[in-house]
C-alpha cells in the first residue's frame, strides 16, 4: 500500500512543481518511461531512488513513503466499516486511491466525520441524560427546595414584629436563596443550551430496546398463552422431545429454551403479531421482525419458567439464581432475565434492574429501573460490579453501591459463557447484573450479610454524566461540572455537624 | 411521650432555620436533624410530640424513616407530617399508605404547616 501511495504522492508533488516527468526521470536519473511505471504504481520504488527523488521535489522521504496516508487510509476504511453508513462494499479499496489523489478531502471527510461523531456523543450523552439521569431531577429538586425556603423565608419577614437580629437573619437567607436559585436555573439554561434535544431512535435495536421500556418486560397476553399452553391436556410438551441433533455443543439449557421457542413460534405466531404489528415503538420492518424474535423468547421463557410457580420459587429462594436454575432447568442467563419479568401489577416480584454486556463493554440487554440509569449507548461506570464480574466468570459478585444521586442499590452480576470454548479463540464471556432497590435488600439472598450502613461505595452512571470530582476511575471528563447531590450532602452534614 | 418537643428531619439548612422560627414562635421547642438515621436515633432518645419529616433525605429516605417508625412499637403512634418536593398523587398515596399523618407539598405556607403541627402534636 506505502508503495501505491508513494507513486500518487510523486506525481501530486511533481505536478504541484510544474515539473514534466523527462525533467524529474532525467535529474533523478532514470529513464522517464520507468518514473511512469513508478508514478502509477506499477513498479516499486527502492530507498536510494526515492531519496533522489525527494531531493529533487524538495520534500521529505517521509513525505513520500506514506506513513501519514497509511493512518489516514485506515481511519476511511474504519469510518466506511460503520455500520450506520452506506455498504461497506461500495467503498472497498477506494480509500487508498483517495488518499493518494485527494489527501486534503480525504482529512476534509474525516475531519467532519470526527466532528460528527463528537457532536454525536454529546447528544446521546445529553439524551441519557434527560431520560434517566438524576442531573434534572436534581436540579428541579433544588429549586423547589430554594423556592420553599424563599416563600417561607419572606413570609417570615412579611409577617412583621421581628427583632432587628431576626431581620438581618432571614434576610440573608432571602438573599443566598436567590442565588442559589439563580446559580441553579442558570445550570439548567446552559444545560438546554448545550445540545439537541430531540434525538430520535435510530436502529432497529434501539427501537425494540424503546419498545420493551414501554411494555415494561411484561406482556400478559404471553403469559396467558403460555399458561393454557401447559394447562393444554394435549400438548405436545417440548419436555417430551429429544435434545436437538443440530446443535449438539449447546448446553442442555440451551437446547430446551431453543425448543421452547420453537414451540412458542408454533403457538405464539398470531399474538406475537399483534403486540408488535402497529406498535408506536416498532417503525420498521426490521424493527418488528427484531421485536418479534425478542418477545419469541420471552415466550419461551414463560413456558419454560412459568410466571406464578416461578415467582413462588423467586420468592422461596430469595431470589437465588442458581436455585432458580436447577429447579427449572434453565441457566443463569435466562433465569435471571426472567426475574426481571415479574412485573404483573398485583403480583410483582422483586423491583429488578437487568443489564447484559460484552468484555468490550457494548450494552446488549438492559433493563433500567426508577433512579437507576442503565446507559444506552457507551459503557457504564467502571466501577459497576457488571464489569467485575469478568474477573471471576462463573462466580456472582455483589456490590452495595451508592448513585451520586445519593440513592442505593444491591447489585448482583456474573460474567458467563455465551459459547463452547474453542482451542485459539478468547472464551466469549457476557456478563449478566441485575440490581434492586435498597429497601428490597432484605428481600434477596445476594444481600445476606450485608451492613447496609457501612457496605455501599460510591459508584457513578457514566463517566461524562457523573459529577464525583475525585474518582480515581474516571475515563472521560464530565460534562456538568458541580459535585454530586451525595457528595454535597455529606459536606453540608460535615459542614453542620 | 407528651411533650412540646418537635423534631424537624431536613437536609436544607434555610429550611430549617424557618421551620425553627416559626414553630418556636407558637411555643414549641425544635430538635433538628439532617438525615433519617440520627432522627430515628434522637427519636429513641428523647420524647417528641410530632416530626416534620422531609422525604428526600440523604442515604435512608423520608419514606424508609416513616416505615421504620410504624414498624417500632415505641414510635409507632408519633404523629408524622411529611415534607415533599413530590406532589403528585402516588406520591401522596405513598406516604399516607406507609403512615403518614398530613402530607405538605413544598413550597408551602408557613401557617399550613404550624396548621398541619397544632393538629397532630400532642401538647
Known amino acids: 500500500m506505502a508503495q501505491k501511495l508513494t507513486g500518487l504522492k510523486i506525481r501530486a508533488r511533481r505536478k504541484e512543481l510544474g515539473l514534466t516527468q523527462a525533467d524529474l526521470a532525467r535529474h533523478a536519473g532514470i529513464s522517464a518511461p520507468y518514473l511512469n511505471?513508478?508514478?502509477?504504481?506499477?513498479?516499486?520504488?527502492?530507498?536510494?531512488?526515492?531519496?533522489?527523488?525527494?531531493?529533487?521535489?524538495?520534500?521529505?522521504?517521509?513525505?513520500?513513503?506514506?506513513?501519514?496516508?497509511?493512518?489516514?487510509?485506515?481511519?476511511?476504511?474504519?469510518?466506511?466499516?460503520?455500520?450506520?453508513?452506506?455498504?461497506?462494499?461500495?467503498?472497498?479499496?477506494?480509500?487508498?486511491?483517495?488518499?493518494?489523489?485527494?489527501?486534503?478531502?480525504?482529512?476534509?471527510?474525516?475531519?467532519?466525520?470526527?466532528?460528527?461523531?463528537?457532536?454525536?456523543?454529546?447528544?446521546?450523552?445529553?439524551?441519557?441524560?434527560?431520560?434517566?439521569?438524576?442531573?434534572?431531577?436534581?436540579?428541579?429538586?433544588?429549586?423547589?427546595?430554594?423556592?420553599?425556603?424563599?416563600?417561607?423565608?419572606?413570609?417570615?419577614?412579611?409577617?412583621?414584629?421581628?427583632?432587628?437580629?431576626?431581620?438581618?437573619?432571614f434576610g440573608a437567607i432571602v438573599q443566598s436563596d436567590v442565588a442559589r436559585l439563580s446559580a441553579t436555573a442558570r445550570a439548567l439554561l446552559g444545560f438546554f443550551d448545550s445540545a439537541e434535544m430531540r434525538v430520535r431512535s435510530a436502529?432497529?435495536?434501539?427501537?425494540?430496546?424503546?419498545?420493551?421500556?414501554?411494555?415494561?418486560?411484561?406482556?400478559?397476553?404471553?403469559?396467558?398463552?403460555?399458561?393454557?399452553?401447559?394447562?393444554?391436556?394435549?400438548?405436545?410438551?417440548?419436555?417430551?422431545?429429544?435434545?436437538?441433533?443440530?446443535?449438539?455443543?449447546?448446553?442442555p439449557?440451551?437446547?430446551?429454551?431453543?425448543?421452547?421457542?420453537?414451540?412458542a413460534r408454533r403457538i405464539g405466531s398470531?399474538?406475537?403479531?399483534?403486540?408488535?404489528?402497529?406498535?408506536?415503538?416498532?417503525?420498521?420492518?426490521?424493527?418488528?421482525?427484531?421485536?418479534?424474535?425478542?418477545?419469541?423468547?420471552?415466550?419461551?421463557?414463560?413456558?419454560?419458567?412459568?410466571?406464578?410457580?416461578?415467582?413462588?420459587?423467586?420468592?422461596?429462594?430469595?431470589?437465588?439464581?442458581?436455585?432458580?436454575?436447577?429447579?427449572?432447568?434453565v441457566s443463569y442467563e435466562q433465569a435471571a432475565h426472567r426475574l426481571a419479568t415479574l412485573r404483573r401489577p398485583g403480583a410483582e416480584g422483586v423491583q429488578l434492574a437487568f443489564m447484559r454486556s460484552d468484555v468490550s463493554g457494548h450494552v446488549t440487554k438492559r433493563l433500567p429501573l426508577p433512579g437507576l440509569p442503565l446507559p444506552r449507548y457507551t459503557t457504564a461506570c467502571s466501577l459497576w460490579a457488571i464489569y467485575s464480574a469478568f474477573q471471576t466468570p462463573g462466580i456472582t459478585v455483589r456490590q452495595y453501591g451508592e448513585l451520586p444521586s445519593g440513592d442505593r442499590f444491591l447489585f448482583f452480576a456474573r460474567a458467563v459463557d455465551k459459547m463452547p470454548a474453542r482451542i485459539g479463540y478468547p472464551r466469549k464471556l457476557l456478563s449478566v447484573m441485575m440490581a434492586c432497590p435498597a429497601n428490597e435488600v432484605g428481600r434477596v439472598v445476594y444481600g445476606d450479610g450485608l451492613d447496609l450502613e457501612k457496605a455501599a461505595v460510591s459508584i457513578g452512571t457514566v463517566c461524562r454524566l457523573c459529577r464525583r470530582e475525585d474518582c480515581g476511575y474516571r475515563q472521560e471528563e464530565q460534562l456538568i461540572a458541580g459535585p454530586a447531590l451525595s457528595d454535597k450532602r455529606r459536606m453540608s452534614d460535615a459542614n453542620h455537624s | 411521650m407528651s411533650s412540646n418537643r418537635i423534631l424537624v428531619v431536613e437536609d436544607e439548612p434555610n429550611i430549617v432555620e424557618s421551620l425553627r422560627f416559626i414553630l418556636e414562635r407558637v411555643n414549641y421547642d425544635?430538635?433538628?436533624?439532617?438525615?433519617?438515621?440520627?432522627?430515628?436515633?434522637?427519636?429513641?432518645?428523647?420524647?417528641?410530640?410530632?416530626?416534620?419529616?422531609?422525604?428526600?433525605?440523604?442515604?435512608?429516605?423520608?419514606?424508609?424513616?416513616?416505615?421504620?417508625?410504624?414498624?417500632?412499637?415505641?414510635?409507632?403512634?408519633?404523629?408524622?407530617?411529611?415534607?415533599?418536593?413530590?406532589?403528585?398523587?402516588?406520591?401522596?398515596?405513598?406516604?399516607?399508605?406507609?403512615?403518614?399523618n398530613a402530607f405538605i407539598t413544598k413550597p408551602y405556607s408557613n401557617a399550613e404547616v404550624v396548621k398541619q403541627v397544632e393538629k397532630f402534636a400532642r401538647r
Open chain 1, 37 to 169: 511505471l513508478i508514478e502509477g504504481n506499477r513498479r516499486p520504488v527502492g530507498a536510494a531512488l526515492l531519496k533522489r527523488i525527494s531531493a529533487e521535489l524538495n520534500v521529505d522521504v517521509a513525505q513520500l513513503d506514506g506513513g501519514a496516508e497509511r493512518r489516514l487510509v485506515q481511519a476511511l476504511e474504519e469510518l466506511a466499516a460503520d455500520p450506520r453508513f452506506a455498504d461497506p462494499n461500495s467503498t472497498r479499496g477506494n480509500a487508498e486511491d483517495l488518499v493518494g489523489r485527494h489527501p486534503g478531502w480525504s482529512e476534509l471527510i474525516l475531519g467532519l466525520f470526527r466532528a460528527y461523531e463528537d457532536q454525536r456523543q454529546a447528544v446521546l450523552a445529553l439524551a441519557d441524560r434527560l431520560n434517566h439521569d438524576p442531573f434534572l431531577g436534581e436540579n428541579v429538586h433544588q429549586m423547589l427546595t430554594n423556592a420553599t425556603s424563599l416563600s417561607s423565608a419572606a413570609e417570615i419577614l412579611a409577617g412583621g414584629s421581628l427583632s432587628e437580629k431576626e431581620q438581618r437573619r
Open chain 1, 203 to 251: 436502529t432497529p435495536s434501539e427501537h425494540v430496546d424503546a419498545f420493551i421500556l414501554q411494555e415494561n418486560n411484561h406482556f400478559p397476553t404471553l403469559e396467558a398463552l403460555a399458561k393454557d399452553y401447559l394447562q393444554a391436556p394435549s400438548r405436545d410438551g417440548f419436555r417430551d422431545v429429544s435434545p436437538m441433533t443440530d446443535a449438539p455443543d449447546d448446553t
Open chain 1, 253 to 263: 439449557e440451551t437446547q430446551r429454551f431453543a425448543l421452547a421457542k420453537r414451540t
Open chain 1, 270 to 329: 398470531e399474538a406475537v403479531g399483534e403486540i408488535v404489528h402497529g406498535h408506536s415503538a416498532l417503525p420498521s420492518e426490521d424493527s418488528r421482525r427484531l421485536a418479534e424474535a425478542a418477545i419469541y423468547s420471552y415466550l419461551a421463557g414463560a413456558i419454560l419458567m412459568p410466571y406464578e410457580p416461578f415467582l413462588e420459587a423467586a420468592e422461596r429462594h430469595r431470589y437465588d439464581i442458581d436455585a432458580l436454575c436447577r429447579r427449572f432447568g
Open chain 2, 30 to 100: 425544635v430538635e433538628s436533624v439532617s438525615n433519617g438515621l440520627t432522627a430515628l436515633e434522637q427519636m429513641r432518645k428523647q420524647a417528641f410530640s410530632a416530626v416534620v419529616l422531609d422525604i428526600m433525605l440523604p442515604g435512608m429516605n423520608g419514606l424508609d424513616v416513616l416505615r421504620t417508625m410504624r414498624e417500632d412499637s415505641r414510635l409507632s403512634k408519633l404523629p408524622v407530617i411529611v415534607l415533599t418536593a413530590k406532589g403528585q398523587a402516588q406520591d401522596r398515596k405513598a406516604a399516607e399508605e406507609t403512615g403518614a
